[in-house]
């Protein structure tokens, strides 16, 4: 990728500082210019990180920028990205990629009309634990995958997040806010879904807000799901588990990943960051740890000291795409296909019945190292 492209941000919220931290460590990614509904929180955002504010449709007219990022608020996704494609620039948004199926495969049509491309976070199996462990499964490291467990459950978020609202809402709920790390993965690692079944329920009616902030001691309403437990069938013959739950003081599913294979058992880190160790057993031997922090984009480099966080690589990797005219590995078509599962277990569980999924998606091709080396080389 020899072209450094200008990329404007859409939504000055929370997430926008991690993209335009992370975004020096790909050289052919540049943020100019960060908008928002809200001029001053443009601003502050554009100020902190040395770039110029802009109003949406300043961002969208300007002709020096070739690809926005969509960090909006869920409910906005859609119609962000599909102004984004209107104004001739790739698109990448942040998850869910839209909140209905019907609406995902207008982005997807969008974008292959007007020869743009259209990619979708996260981003996070392209880290060094989703890779590595892509890369042995397809190695036969643990043979054929017959099934597994995945496990995503919490308190919630309106102990930690300052206005919590919107994660209890249609939309969100942690299928639709926290699902696409997973089923992001389980895509990269056992391939598209044909079906899934599905039982859900509300734990509480109402939630109280416990994070500092102007909504502390503030009750929200949930009009969503809160707890989930799916069974997805795969196209290859494989079924998973999925329990994800806001309902969970706490619990003890030490690896939020586990696949069983023919010949084995693989432990595959948490979907929700880039890096983490793999754990592997043969044949019912005792596992043994396989590091990732020597894999590309598996080094811990975030402010904690324990986490690997190369948010910006879907966008890098979707420009690349774009310069070398392939499909990007965080493609609109593999985030239609996450959504549709994501949508399809909502509705399995609604209708307490077994729902076909509508699409399907190719499985995103390994990042090799000389991909990596490739998106990180100085221009």
Not at 285 to 309: C, E, I, L, Q
Not at 316 to 339: F, I, K, N, Q, W
Request: glycine letters at 10%.
């Amino acid at each position: 990728m020899s072209t450094v492209h200008k990329i404007g941000l859409i939504g000055a919220g929370n997430i926008s500082a991690a993209y335009l931290t992370l975004a020096p460590l790909f050289p052919g990614t540049k943020i100019v210019a960060v908008a928002d509904i809200a001029p001053e929180a443009a601003k502050a955002r554009a100020d902190a990180f040395g770039v110029r504010a802009a109003t949406v449709d300043e961002l969208l007219k300007d002709d020096e920028i070739d690809t926005v990022i969509n960090l909006t608020i869920p409910s906005a996704h859609y119609a962000v990205s599909h102004a984004i494609l209107s104004a001739g620039k790739h698109a990448y948004s942040e998850k869910p990629f839209a909140l209905s199926v019907e609406d995902g495969k207008k982005l997807v049509a969008e974008a292959d009309a007007r020869g743009l491309k259209l990619g979708s976070a996260p981003d996070t199996f392209l880290g060094g634990g989703g890779q590595t462990a892509r890369r042995l499964i397809d190695e036969g490291r643990i043979g054929r995958i017959i099934s597994g467990t995945t496990h995503v459950m919490s308190r919630g978020m309106e102990h930690w997040h300052p206005n919590p609202a919107f994660f209890f809402e249609p939309g969100a709920g942690p299928v639709l806010d926290l699902g696409p790390y997973y089923i992001a993965q389980l895509v990269n690692l056992v391939g598209p879904v044909k079906s899934v079944a599905a039982l859900a329920s509300i734990g509480y009616a109402e939630r109280l807000v416990t994070a500092e902030g102007p909504m502390k001691g503030r009750t929200v309403p949930v009009s969503t799901p809160t707890t989930i437990n799916a069974v997805l069938e795969f196209l290859s013959g494989a079924q998973i588990t999925l329990g994800a739950s806001w309902d969970v003081w706490k619990h003890g599913h030490v690896n939020p990943i586990e696949l069983y294979g023919s010949e084995g058992t693989m432990l595959v880190p948490d979907p929700n960051f880039f890096g983490g160790d793999l754990q592997v057993s043969a044949h019912g031997g005792d596992f043994a740890t396989v590091p990732t922090a020597d894999a590309p984009f598996g080094k811990a480099n975030w402010h904690d000291g324990r986490h690997a966080n190369y948010r910006m690589l879907g966008v890098a990797d979707l420009l690349d795409a774009a310069d070398t005219g392939r499909e990007p590995r965080c493609s609109g078509r593999v985030a239609l296909h996450a959504l549709d599962v994501m949508v399809s277990i909502l509705e399995a569980a609604a209708d307490r019945r077994v729902v076909t999924v509508s699409t399907t998606t190719e499985r995103p091709a390994l990042l090799t190292a000389e991909d990596a080396a490739r998106l990180t080389a100085p221009r």
